[in-house]
């Protein structure tokens, strides 16, 4: 059952979301390993690809085994995402998404992120502009709407279907909830049955049980999966095994002690020893979420602790414990506030 959003053909409909500080290179080919069916980058400032900053053009590299990928951009000045558009296209990438979900104040104070979808209309004219650059897919990734009363996400998804845009994620919450309450997939699902365009649900997905439910009641082309693939970064393969009618087992300990072979050998490519472990400290307090001993791990982790240390108490940790996951914890709420 693959699944198809513009030009690209997906093993199945289960995506990694974009999370900033997160969804760096490392981190998506690990997910690109575990079957998340495409990667998009965390959002990068079409300001900052403008003057060239090094932090800024650190953030767009990506690695061939990641494809099909995506590098997000977000900015106020149409002729500045039109030129963020054409420098995704020469580097390479798979397609460029817009950011129009951002909350955080700094950036919809200057009319970037969630704020430019108060006005669709004149968004449209930047999307078409953008769409007319280049030849790689431009997508969007939005909210439901500003507030509870401008939930304008379908006239949204309109002025872009008419700027030449291949496809929407929507993040079911408004811009004024920032991560608060629960994502609308009422709501997501009205706006796919009147959408022109493939429509990719977000929000609140946390067991793969969840995600296949969102694909099969909303009728959604496709899902993102944020925070839930921090707690349990299989949940993409075990979500397609789901919606292939096939069983999945709890991964076995081993699969951990992979895990964290993998995101080592991926975070030294790009990283020194020494920042790798800052980076990689956050990761394994995600996965450690319901394991036994896990406050004790999750102190260690965050000690003063040599590079070689950390990595074999990770091994040690999730190889001697893996089986005894308890998968209630998921549900719990955490990580309240992001760029989209
Ligand atoms: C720490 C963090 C950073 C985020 N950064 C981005 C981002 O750079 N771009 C974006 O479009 N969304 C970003 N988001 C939003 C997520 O892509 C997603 O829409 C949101 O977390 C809801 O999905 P979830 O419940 O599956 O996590 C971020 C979310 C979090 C928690």
């Known amino acids: 059952m693959a699944v198809v959003l513009g030009p690209f053909k997906l093993d199945h409909p289960f995506i990694l979301a974009p999370m900033a500080g997160i969804t760096n290179s490392p981190f998506r080919r690990l997910m690109r390993g575990l079957n998340s069916s495409m990667v998009v980058s965390e959002l990068v400032s079409a300001?900052?690809?403008?003057?060239?900053g090094p932090k800024t053009l650190e953030l767009l590299r990506f690695k061939d085994d990641e494809r099909t990928v995506g590098l997000q951009i977000f900015g106020e000045v149409p002729e500045?995402?039109?030129k963020a558009c054409q420098h995704v296209e020469r580097l390479g990438a798979d397609f460029v998404d817009l950011n129009l979900g951002c909350p955080v104040p700094k950036v919809v104070k200057k009319g970037a992120g969630s704020a430019m979808c108060r006005n669709p209309s004149e968004l449209g004219k930047t999307l078409k502009m953008m769409v007319e650059s280049v030849k790689i897919?431009?997508?969007i990734?939005?909210?439901t709407g500003?507030?509870?009363?401008?939930?304008?996400a379908l006239a949204v998804v309109e002025a872009a279907a008419d700027a030449g845009v291949r496809w929407v994620a929507i993040h079911g919450r408004t811009r004024a909830q920032g991560y608060s309450g629960l994502a609308d997939w009422d709501f997501i699902g009205d706006v796919k049955a009147k959408s022109p365009l493939p429509i990719i649900g977000n929000g609140d997905i946390t067991t793969p049980e969840v995600a296949v439910q969102k694909m099969k009641t909303y009728g959604v082309d496709a899902v993102m999966i944020g925070r839930g693939a921090l707690r349990n970064p299989f949940i993409f393969e075990q979500a397609y095994a789901?919606?292939?009618g096939r069983s999945f087992t709890k991964p076995e300990p081993q699969r951990y002690v992979d895990l964290m072979d993998r995101q080592r050998a991926f975070l030294s490519e790009d990283y020194n020893e020494r920042s790798a472990v800052i980076h990689v400290r956050k990761f394994l307090a995600w996965y450690s979420a319901g394991f036994p001993g896990s406050a004790e791990f999750r102190k260690k982790v965050f000690s003063e602790i040599q590079p070689e240390e950390l990595w074999t108490e990770a091994r040690k940790f999730f190889g001697a414990t893996a089986s005894l996951r308890d998968?209630?914890?998921?549900?719990?709420?955490?990580?309240?506030?992001?760029h989209g």
């Open 242 to 244: 789901l919606w292939e």
């Open 47 to 52: 300001n900052g690809i403008e003057y060239g």
């Open 327 to 338: 998968y209630k914890f998921m549900a719990e709420p955490f990580l309240m506030g992001g």
């Open 141 to 143: 990734k939005i909210r």
């Open 146 to 152: 500003w507030d509870e009363s401008t939930k304008n």
């Open 80 to 82: 500045f995402l039109v």
């Open 137 to 139: 897919p431009v997508t």
